[in-house]
């Protein structure tokens, strides 16, 4: 979740301390961040996501990242093959799922030597001991035996057995064969329950619905489970847990979300706000599916979701549900988002309103499909031919998804304009706690249908409403509303066909300054700047947890820093002349190679430090601490 009370992402001093509880050690933290990895069929996404659950009904505060190769099934035991997820928790609010783990649990050689550059010195190491095999080495890459040869005598290292306790688990449930051994991932979760004092009924509650109808299955997973947690409590070297209390959160009804299930959930939201039924339409797409799959779940709130054969088949569909009076959503990532292109540029031209997501992922072409990346803002700003400017947001944060679904809906409506909500992998898989609104204040969203001619007994389709500019929603077989829409361009007023040269001028100025107009219609930038910095750190999108992050960081080293976030990236917010003005150094940080910072200097004619980075990974707060310092010349 969001913190806006405490931007520093290092611990508070006195942040630990030792107690005795009997004959186990407990290590006192406000955090900790522990890194799940493994090969792509160990189940690592699933058991991250079960210790998250437990970690959420706990009260921690948390931030997750989950990775996971490109390939529906990479080679087993090879580096490509690696998945791995990443879990923060606190007892503060925090904005990050960490920079580094403190502690890594690997289940083989290849997992070991992805990840292990990036444990903390002294960190806790659990390995599954029984996969270092010779094969298994061979395929990682190691000369040796790490377990043998002194490589991780830097770390607090358990070695654990775990394929021969997760055999011995798992007799008598009617599980055989190669299945046995696919428990070990709730072996090695009970573990870590176990070493961080959280009991186990959530995740046993959870397995005995998943897989309440293979009876066999649930009771493998549940026996590893306890395997793993009694391991813990009878192995002399894990006499030690560590305790992270329940957050401070501000008091509400909290759920644990990820940015797809939050955007769906806006989406919904919007349809009901402005009583409209709510049309997906998608073609399945990494990291974008998952929006599917969420609104196919929720039919009873009147949406209507459809796969369509390909990307331009999903953004027409979408275009005929908004010209038939439905909320018209489609979805998809960068690749889909060029093919929807001249779609989008009819639904502009017809001027009918429908939201476009692009939950954007590395590229050129297919690119990183499994990684982030913010290289898709060229391509929403300018992406179309003629001259087509179109409303773009993005969502910073998997809570702030539901708010900016939201948002993208209302400007849709209210302007009669395709609208671009950008998010990112980032953002679509990680996961936060978020607290529920109150949906008795959410506002209504207006709706401009036409249930009359206007002119007369005549119905002009682009008599536009004099303060949004707007044209009226005439929805087809209303009588008296008979019109025509298409891609040739449209006479002002009437909507006739015309190639008048003065026409196409007015009606492209006409559009653009539509769009323009709603920078008069969204709030300004809020900037965080407690001592009158020179240093401003601008970030969008899902930079905005590692960027607020490292502000707090730089600001605990002495640096003078203002920070701001920008949800509305065209148009951009009133106020933002003014702001860019008041610093004598602006920095963007972003995912790709200065999409953003080359945006503003030319609107703005303004310099701007760019920080860029597209490895396939966000950004951490460290690494922006480190920018902000150089900046700051410190």
């Known amino acids: 979740m969001e913190n806006d009370h405490n931007p520093n992402d290092h611990p508070p001093e006195g942040s630990q301390m030792t107690v005795p509880n009997g004959g186990v050690t407990v290590d006192r933290t406000d955090r900790m961040v522990i890194r799940f990895a493994g090969d792509s069929g160990d189940g690592m996404q699933l058991t991250g996501n079960r210790f998250t659950d437990a970690a959420a009904i706990f009260g921690n505060d948390l931030a997750t990242l989950p990775t ?19 879990i923060q928790i606190a007892d503060w609010d925090i904005l990050t799922p960490g920079d580094r783990p403190d502690v890594l649990v690997a289940m083989n050689p290849a997992a070991l030597k992805v990840h292990l550059k990036d444990l903390i010195d002294n960190g806790i190491l659990i390995i599954n001991q029984e996969a270092f095999d010779e094969r298994n080495l061979y395929k990682a890459g190691f000369d040796s035996n790490p377990l043998k040869d002194g490589t991780l005598a830097g770390y607090d290292l358990h070695s ?33 329950l176990w070493m961080f004092g959280r009991d186990t009924k959530v995740t046993e ?42 957050a401070e959160l501000p008091p509400g009804t909290y759920t644990n979300v990820n940015g797809n299930a939050a955007l769906s959930w806006g989406l919904i939201a919007g349809a009901r706000l402005a009583d409209l039924p709510l049309f997906y339409a998608s073609y399945p797409i990494t990291p974008a599916s998952e929006i599917l799959h969420e609104l196919v779940r929720h039919r009873n709130f009147g949406v209507k979701t459809f796969q369509a054969e390909d990307e331009i088949a999903a953004a027409g569909a979408a275009l005929g549900a908004a ?21 989008i540029s009819l639904a502009l031209m017809t001027e009918l309103p429908m939201v476009i997501v692009d939950v954007q992922r590395g590229g050129p072409s297919t690119g990183l499909p499994t990684k982030p990346e913010q290289s898709d803002l060229f391509l929403a700003v300018w992406g179309r031919h003629g001259e087509s400017p179109l409303p773009v947001l993005s969502a910073s944060a998997p809570s702030d998804a539901f708010e900016v679904a939201i948002e993208a809906c ?12 950008l998010s990112d992998g980032y953002i679509a898989t990680s996961s936060e706690p978020w607290r529920l609104p109150d949906i008795e204040a959410l506002p209504q969203l207006e709706v401009p249908f036409a249930t009359a001619p206007n002119a007369g007994d005549k119905f002009l389709p682009y008599l536009r409403d004099l303060d949004t500019m707007a044209r009226p929603w005439a929805l087809p077989g209303v009588p008296g509303l008979e019109h025509r829409v298409g891609g040739l361009e449209k006479e002002e007023v009437t909507g006739n066909v015309s190639y008048d040269p003065a026409n196409h001028q007015l009606m492209t100025d006409i559009r653009a300054w539509k769009i323009a107009n709603i920078a008069n219609d969204i709030p300004d930038i809020e900037v965080d700047d407690p001592d009158g910095a020179d240093l401003l750190v601008l970030s969008w999108g899902s930079t905005f947890s590692a960027v607020k992050a490292g502000v707090g960081n730089a600001r605990s080293l002495g640096a003078s820093v203002a920070y701001a976030r920008i949800r509305y990236l065209s148009p951009f917010p009133p106020n933002m002349p003014t702001v860019l003005g008041n610093y004598k150094k602006i920095m963007v940080p972003e995912m790709n190679m200065g999409q953003l910072s080359r945006i503003i200097k030319a609107e703005f004619v303004t310099p701007v430090i760019s920080v860029n980075k597209v490895e396939g990974k966000p950004f951490t707060s460290d690494e922006i601490c480190d920018e902000i310092m150089k900046a700051a010349g410190q």
Not at 415 to 421: A, D, F, G, N, S
């Open 160 to 192: 654990v057995p775990m394929q021969t306790l997760t055999k011995e688990a798992v007799k008598g449930t009617g599980v055989s064969g190669r299945a046995v051994l696919r428990s070990k991932n709730f072996l090695a979760l009970g573990l870590i």
């Open 323 to 343: 010209f038939t009076g439905s909320l018209a959503v489609t979805g998809t990532s960068g690749p889909g988002l060029s093919l929807k292109g001249e779609t």
């Open 68 to 86: 996971f190769p490109a390939e529906i099934r990479a080679p087993a035991g090879t580096l490509p093959g690696v998945s791995s997820f990443q």
């Open 205 to 246: 509650a959870w397995v005995a619905q998943k897989f309440r109808r293979v009876e066999a299955v649930k009771n493998a997973n549940l026996a590893a489970l306890k395997a793993g947690y009694n391991y813990g409590i009878t192995t002399e070297s894990f006499a030690r847990q560590i305790e992270v209390r329940p």
């Open 410 to 421: 209302r400007i849709a409506l209210k302007y009669m304009t395709p609208v671009i909500l």
